[in-house]
C-alpha cells in the first residue's frame, strides 16, 4: 500500500488538530483574585469573614496557586494535566475538565486528613472566577445517612493592576 504525501499529510493533521485546537482552548487564570463577600457562601456561613485572595500563575505544565486567607498564606504547586490523574498519589494535582480547571489535594485540617476538591470556572470577559469546593474527610469509616463532605460556592473578581 502506497502512502500519499496528501494521505500522510490528513493523517497527521488528524491526529495533532485535537492537540493543538485544546491548547489554543484553555483558558488563562493567571491573575490576582479576590473574594466577592457579598456572592459567597463562605462569606455568608456565621463564622468570622477572613478575606481570602488567590494569586495563580499558570503555565503549560502547572499551576501556582498561592492562597492567603486573613494572615494565613499557602503557596501550592500543582502539576497540570490534560485529564484527571489517578488521584492516589496523594501529591496535589490540577487538570481540565472542560474550559474549568480542577485542582485538587490533602491537607489536615483540626487534626483529620481532607482531600480539598476546587473547580474553578470563568465568567464571560474572565473578570469574574467562581470556585465550588468540596471538602471530604477521610476518617476511614462511613455510617447510613452520615455527610463526610462541605461544599461551598464562592465568587472571585480579578484584581487589575
Not at 475538565?97 to 490533602?106: K, S
Not at 447510613?144 to 487589575?160: E, H, I, L, P, W
Amino acid at each position: 500500500m502506497k502512502c500519499t504525501p496528501a494521505a500522510a499529510l490528513t493523517a497527521a493533521l488528524t491526529l495533532l488538530l485535537p492537540l493543538v485546537l485544546h491548547a489554543q482552548s484553555t483558558p488563562d487564570y493567571s491573575g490576582s483574585w479576590t473574594m466577592d463577600p457579598e456572592r459567597s457562601q463562605t462569606a455568608q456561613q456565621g463564622e468570622p469573614f477572613r478575606a481570602v485572595t488567590f494569586v495563580i500563575t499558570q503555565s503549560v505544565g502547572q499551576v501556582r496557586i498561592e492562597t492567603t486567607r486573613g494572615n494565613q498564606k499557602e503557596n501550592v504547586l500543582y502539576a497540570l494535566t490534560n485529564s484527571r490523574a489517578s488521584g492516589s498519589s496523594g501529591q496535589p494535582e490540577a487538570y481540565w475538565d472542560g474550559n474549568r480547571l480542577v485542582t485538587e489535594t490533602q491537607r489536615t485540617i483540626s487534626g483529620q486528613t481532607v482531600t480539598v476538591k476546587e473547580v474553578r470556572s470563568l465568567g464571560p470577559g474572565g473578570a469574574d472566577m467562581t470556585v465550588e469546593t468540596t471538602v471530604i474527610v477521610q476518617h476511614g469509616y462511613s455510617m447510613s445517612g452520615a455527610k463526610n463532605y462541605s461544599n461551598s460556592k464562592d465568587v472571585f473578581t480579578k484584581t487589575r493592576p
